[in-house]
């Protein structure tokens, strides 16, 4: 399984996501750390033009989970945080 996913999506859909899909839809989506552990294949992108084409924006969030200019603290759905490493390689070789 392949999952296509641009993480810049959850700074910006964090706002209203779990108000539009509810509190246990939401446990499910953006879940880049539980699908790397059931082994999912992550390819990632930027979705420009619907967000910014730096891919930088996106490996923050995948680091982070926190939206550009910061918060929530710790992150949001912290336990869905991957490593840059892995982020890196769902960006390039993931991709491919």
């Known amino acids: 399984m392949i999952a296509s996913m641009q993480p810049s999506h959850q700074t910006t859909d964090m706002r209203w996501a779990e108000d539009?899909?509810?509190s246990e839809r939401i446990k499910?989506?953006?879940?880049?750390n539980t699908?790397?552990?059931?082994?999912?294949?992550l390819a990632f992108g930027t979705d420009y033009n619907v967000e910014p084409i730096s891919?930088?924006?996106g490996l923050y969030a995948c680091?982070?989970?926190e939206r550009p200019e910061g918060g929530p603290r710790k992150g949001w759905e912290a336990q869905e945080k991957i490593s840059?490493?892995?982020c890196?390689?769902?960006y390039t070789s993931g991709s491919a």
């Open 63 to 65: 680091v982070t989970r």
């Open 20 to 22: 539009r899909i509810g």
């Open 84 to 86: 840059l490493e892995d």
């Open 35 to 41: 699908m790397l552990k059931n082994g999912v294949r």
């Open 55 to 57: 891919p930088f924006r």
């Open 88 to 90: 890196i390689r769902a």
């Open 28 to 32: 499910g989506a953006y879940a880049w």
